[in-house]
């Protein structure tokens, strides 16, 4: 049998951080976190490569002693419970005091702090050892520096996705936590460039257009619900696809499995096809909720689940009645460049090669009938939504919208990477919501390889100046949210980002139903989808052809 051991502190400090430190916004999270319970009334967070380069977070809270710092480093040092504190009567964020060794076990961690302006200390430690301490003069608060994450422990990094997409988690946390202290001033600065400046607010409808952008908390139905024991707070905002809705319970981000049921069920219920996203904030006394039951404490456990869930209930329902539709395009900031007008740009891109010639085609149709199309013979438009044709075996039915999806995602496809891109006469500013900057950021290089391109700005608003012809500025105000919105769920297997993007393009700018096409248009659009590699399925799977064999036609009428 082999003998019991005690496992070695860096070892256990190691396993706690699997726990713990999950990837860079689990330490952004636990950092300001600790900043939040230290009092801090502002917060810088600083990251590099989305925090796996480093993650820093600088307060103007409490501080530690020069003996704090080095314990605050120990397992289960925690100034936040004592022998005698109760368990169930929890107020602060933290209290099992893992976080901070459990950070410097897989970093190279400095922490410099201060009680007051003057004498501090600082700390140097390397992926647990402490190598350096020293008094330095610093303002009052603390500074925590966390870099290469993970580099000692490769398997671990290999898991972390791409910066952008570590980034984006974080902002996703920063503008949850930013909520639930509508107080506390937040800046969050990534790759040396600010992106989400948040100065303290009165409350949190004062503090949603600085986290969601002006328009977007226009948008935004505001909630507030008192029911005691409990007060509701936060926002919903309808939305074009399920989404979620963040949660917060105490001042504390959960992802609660609970929670999240409740939410689901009433949004379903109440607001018919209509999606919605946004926060919500739950507040009750602290003996009514167990937060220590989960490692990251992102779930917890409630004394009376029932009544949470009808005070949750309650307050959705009051504000799903307020929730307003998207708008559906939206118009967006933009800056004239030049005075020149807009000019209509033309439906196809690239520019339309000559059609086939009707010798090439005239096998496929009756001796005598010129094709106007090398499909066929259009007879004309049905319901504005399906283009008829004639062809040698029947009739052909065309959805002019997947039609023209195909062939723009085929044309978006096809184009040379390095071809020069179409600048726009106005270049548009969008105002993003942070999360889809950080994510626009993050398909740069795709959208350029399609001829979209973009140049982030300061905070959350990006800047169009090119666009491939065919989607002018009009249609990427409102492809590009949509489209960013679309990408967010994720991708399917098997498709590539660049391909993704196209597809997610080419639905936003194809013709929609009801759309009358003049007959030049309607032959150019055959004539394209007859040139596409797959002229039979638009790129999300949908037929685009329907035949009718003129067989089938004389049976069901009574010649066959
Ligand atoms: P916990 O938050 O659970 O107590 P941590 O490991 O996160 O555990 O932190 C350990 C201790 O270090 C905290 O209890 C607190 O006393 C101290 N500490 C950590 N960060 C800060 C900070 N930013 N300002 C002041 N004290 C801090
Ligand atoms: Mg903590």
Do not use: W
């Amino acid at each position: 049998m082999p003998r019991i051991r005690l496992l070695p502190d860096d070892l256990i400090n190691r396993i706690a951080a699997g726990e713990v430190v999950e990837r860079p916004a689990s330490v952004v999270k636990e950092l300001v976190e600790n900043s939040l319970d230290a009092g801090a009334t502002s917060i810088t967070v600083r990251l590099q490569q989305g925090g796996i380069g480093a993650v820093d977070v600088i307060d103007d809270g409490c501080g530690m002693d020069g003996d704090d710092a080095l314990l605050a480093l120990e397992r289960h040092a925690t100034s936040k419970l004592h022998e005698h504190s109760r368990l169930d009567a929890i107020t602060t964020l933290g209290f099992r005091g893992e976080a901070l060794p459990a950070i410097a076990a897989v970093s190279r961690l400095t922490l410099e702090t201060a009680e007051s302006d003057g004498e501090g200390t600082r700390v140097e430690c390397e992926f647990g050892q402490i190598r350096d301490l020293r008094p330095i003069a610093r303002p009052r608060g603390t500074h925590i520096s966390a870099r290469d994450l993970f580099q000692r422990l490769p398997a671990r990094r290999k898991f972390l996705r791409s910066q952008e997409t570590e980034f984006r988690h974080a902002v996703t946390l920063l503008t949850a936590l930013a909520l639930t202290r509508p107080a506390v001033a937040f800046l969050l600065i990534h790759n040396d460039r600010n992106v989400l400046h948040v100065p303290p607010a009165r409350d949190l409808l004062a503090r949603l257009p600085d986290v969601l952008g002006a328009r977007h908390a226009q948008e935004a139905t505001p909630i507030s619900h008192h029911r005691p024991p409990f007060h509701i707070s936060g926002y919903l905002l309808a939305s074009r696809r399920a989404r979620q809705v963040t949660l917060a319970v105490n001042g504390r981000v959960v992802r609660d499995r609970f929670l999240t049921a409740v939410v689901h069920r009433a949004l379903r219920g109440a607001s018919g096809a209509l999606e919605a996203e946004g926060f919500l904030h739950l507040e009750l006394p602290a003996f009514l909720v167990d937060v220590n039951v989960h490692p990251t404490k992102a779930e917890v456990r409630f004394t009376d689940p029932g009544t949470v869930a009808g005070a949750l209930t309650a307050a959705l329902a009051a504000s799903l009645v307020r929730l307003r539709r998207p708008t559906e395009i939206r118009r967006l900031v933009t800056v004239p460049a030049a005075p020149a007008p807009q000019p209509q740009l033309p439906l196809s891109y690239p520019p339309p090669a000559p059609a086939p010639s009707v010798a090439e085609s005239a096998a496929a149709t009756p001796p005598g009938t010129p094709p106007c199309t090398p499909l066929g013979r259009l007879l004309g438009q049905y319901r504005g939504t399906y283009l008829v044709l004639e062809a040698d075996d029947g009739l052909l039915i065309v959805d002019q919208h997947v039609a023209h999806e195909r062939v723009l995602y085929e044309e978006l496809l096809a184009r040379d990477e390095h071809a020069p891109m179409q600048p726009l006469l106005i270049p548009a500013v969008l105002e993003l919501r942070a999360e889809h900057a950080a994510l626009a950021r993050e398909l740069a290089p795709a959208l350029a390889s399609l001829g979209v391109e973009l140049e982030p700005l300061s905070g959350t608003s990006v800047r169009v100046l090119a666009a491939p012809a065919g989607l002018g500025p009009e249609l990427l105000h409102d492809a590009l949210p949509a489209l960013l919105a679309d990408l967010e769920a994720g991708a399917v297997p098997g498709e590539t980002i660049r391909q993704k993007v196209a597809a997610a393009l080419a639905c936003r700018a194809a013709v929609k139903k009801h759309a009358s096409l003049s007959r030049p248009e309607a032959e150019h659009l055959l004539a394209r989808l007859a040139r596409a590699a797959n002229p039979h399925r638009c790129p999300h799977g949908r037929p685009i052809v329907l035949r009718l064999p003129h067989a089938e036609i004389e049976r069901r009428i009574g010649r066959g």
